[in-house]
């Protein structure tokens, strides 16, 4: 099995001025050009990157979909590597051929396929970008990126590079969600005016955490990647990281983007107008920068004038909370699992629908009338794993239609995220402009969409030309 150093892989990522991979970069090592067209029968090789977590529901997964080969892993923990591998001899999947510490290095391999991203929030656009750019098509965990100004760039690739790119957002394959959203689009609760998304999870405080050396077996620079370099903790690391502004989103990018996503969806909206978000950190003395408690506000101009436009709520709550719209369980388990209410509720002029997330049931229940009579209901299988072998099958056929969770819908739907997060972080409410994708005069906003107030760290950073 190969295992590269992880030292320094530079020389395959020349940068100049605000340039960063360039095509012609790409060229001179041979990582551009075409590609081998995959047909109905060949089997799909894929590689990895990132295994702490939901990593390693991909690698299980996709050793579900036919005719796919797990065949690289990429970690830059050697010993979360070395445990997944012992996970994989334990439940008898196939080894990869070949392991890595450097996505770089991956990504010279010709033989791959595919790669699926699941890193830290800061790694995935640059990750996606980079596999856009050596001829690979990309599975990308949600977020798909860490500020807009990513997630535009990461869009440009694709299309530049004609590359597949699927989005996390696993709900956009729900057999349950997939009906739910075109009784809405049939009338079923009327004319839907408002969704609103809920993030209610029960989760302790992360404590402090002192600087200490980088564990053995970890390359520190690697793993943080295009956000700044500092010391070592454990709160800044595997998971906790979600609350901390320079590697992720907070609740609302970590849980919540999932049911902003569906709220958008089922709402049939793009880019919203207006953004307001407040909220802050609630009850505990503790490490963590993002807030536990937020309320956002969406503002969607329609055709036909003020009476037309529509709204969208999402809220996180980190603590106690109530059951609604039936979403999650009525009591509190053993290990506080019971007590998550995730999901959304849509509001139309002739009743309700909620629909949970597939952590808590991946259900759709309608209400109808004056009354609330209870109307249609559907629960199926989780979708993380339609939503693998839905990429897979577009990998396949080019057919960029059939993807379930386009990097373009992503997008706008990160772009939610971002403005709420930009609109808490500021303190005022945003005016957004949908055709150019800016803030209306507020320079200090547009800068903390494009580069989240934290720059990027050489050679870790996203080209201006992709």
Known sequence: MEKDSGVSRRDFLKTSGRTGVSLAA????????????????DRVRVAVCGLHNRGWDHVRFYNK?????????????????????????????????????????????????AISVATPN?????????????????????????????????????QRYNRVVQHGTQSRSS??????????????????????????????????????????????????????????????????????????NGDLGNQGIHQVDNARWGLGVGFPNKVSAIGGHFMFDDDQQTPNT??????????????????????????????EGEIGTPALGSHGEGHNVVGNIYYGTNGYMSMADEDVGDQYRAWLGPDAKPGPTDQRAPAFLQNVANFIDVVRSRKMGDLNAPITEAHISCTLMHLANASYRLGRTLNFDPETQQVTNDDEANRLLRDAWR????????????
Not at 26 to 41: D, E, H, Q, T
Not at 455 to 466: K, L, M, N
């Open 26 to 41: 790409l060229s001179a090592v041979g990582l551009a050009g075409p590609r081998k067209i995959l047909g109905a029968n």
């Open 65 to 113: 979909v036919p005719n796919v080969q797990v065949a690289a892993l990429c970690e830059v923990d050697d010993n979360v590597l070395r445990k997944r591998l012992a996970d994989m001899e334990k439940l008898g999947l196939p080894k990869p051929e070949k392991t890595y510490v450097d996505v770089r290095k991956l990504l010279e391999d010709k033989s791959i396929d």
């Open 122 to 158: 800061s790694w995935h656009s640059l990750m996606a970008i980079w596999g856009c750019q050596a001829g690979k098509d990309v599975y990308v965990e949600k977020p798909c990126s860490h500020n807009w100004w990513e997630g535009r760039q990461l869009v440009r690739a694709a």
């Open 455 to 466: 720059g990027y760290r050489r050679p870790f950073y996203i080209p201006e030309d992709v």
């Open 175 to 248: 057999r349950s969600a997939i009906e739910a959203v075109q009784r809405l689009r049939d009338g079923l609760i009327g004319d839907v005016y408002l969704a609103r998304g809920l993030c209610f999870k029960r989760r302790n405080t992360i404590g402090r955490a002192p600087i200490e050396p980088v564990p053995a077996g970890v390359n520190y620079d690697l793993w943080t990647g295009p956000a700044p370099l500092e010391p070592f903790t454990h709160n800044r690391f595997h998971y906790n990281w979600h609350w901390f502004w320079d590697f992720g």
């Open 294 to 323: 937020l309320n956002c506000a969406f503002e969607f101009d329609m055709p036909g004038g003020p009476s037309k436009r529509k709204m969208i709520e999402f809220e996180v709550r980190h603590w106690i909370t109530n059951r």
